[in-house]
């Protein structure tokens, strides 16, 4: 599921904006066992998800929410 989620990510941010396209509605759970609803949960403001496929990922993702200073 996680695989499925970043390959959608991947398309959704390699696509340009366009009015016609929508993001499929997603469940999945995080880190801390929290199920989300994407992209209900993040209606509103623009927001950056950041999804590892695997555990032994996230030190890299926690490093680039740092550079990006969004920690």
């Given amino acids: 599921m996680m695989r499925t989620l970043v390959v959608l990510a ?7 904006a ?8 997603l469940t999945a759970d995080n880190l801390n066992s929290r199920i989300l609803n994407l992209p209900a949960d993040f209606s509103g403001i ?3 998800v950041f999804i590892a496929c695997k555990i032994n990922r996230q030190p890299s993702i926690n490093a680039r929410v740092g550079r990006l200073g969004l920690a």
């Fill in 10 to 16: 991947m398309m959704v941010l390699s696509t340009t």
């Fill in 18 to 25: 366009q009015t016609d396209v929508v993001f499929p509605n």
């Fill in 46 to 48: 623009p927001t950056i």
